[in-house]
């Protein structure tokens, strides 16, 4: 499956534990399975850039994922 821009994911497994990850915070933590983010870009070769953020709105991470490790959970046709 391929996902688009502000597409809603879920990470439901985790190829690399560790990962280049950014963020608001100094150390952001790293992504875990289960956690949901959104599709903000599509790097190509099946690698999309999710990002996570805070009930107040600041990036808790932002990191690099392949498609197997990600599901869709939100595909809302109204969304910019």
Same mark, same amino acid.
């Given at each position: 499956? +391929?996902? =688009?821009?502000? =597409?809603? !994911? #879920?990470? !439901? #497994? $985790? &190829? @690399? *534990?560790?990962r280049?990850?950014?963020? +608001?915070?100094?150390e952001?933590?790293?992504? #875990?399975?289960?956690?949901?983010? @959104? ?9 999309? &850039?999710?990002?996570? $953020? @805070?009930? *107040?709105?600041? @990036?808790?991470? &932002? ?6 490790? $990600?599901? &869709?959970?939100? #595909? +809302?046709?109204?969304?910019?």
């Amino acid at each position: 499956m +391929s996902f =688009d821009i502000n =597409d809603t !994911v #879920r990470i !439901v #497994r $985790l &190829l @690399t *534990d560790e990962r280049d990850v950014t963020g +608001s915070a100094a150390e952001p933590p790293q992504p #875990r399975a289960g956690e949901v983010g @959104t599709v903000v870009d599509d790097v190509g070769d099946g690698i999309y &850039l999710v990002e996570q $953020l @805070t009930a *107040d709105g600041y @990036t808790r991470w &932002l990191a690099e994922f392949a498609r197997e490790e $990600l599901e &869709l959970v939100d #595909r +809302s046709s109204d969304r910019d």
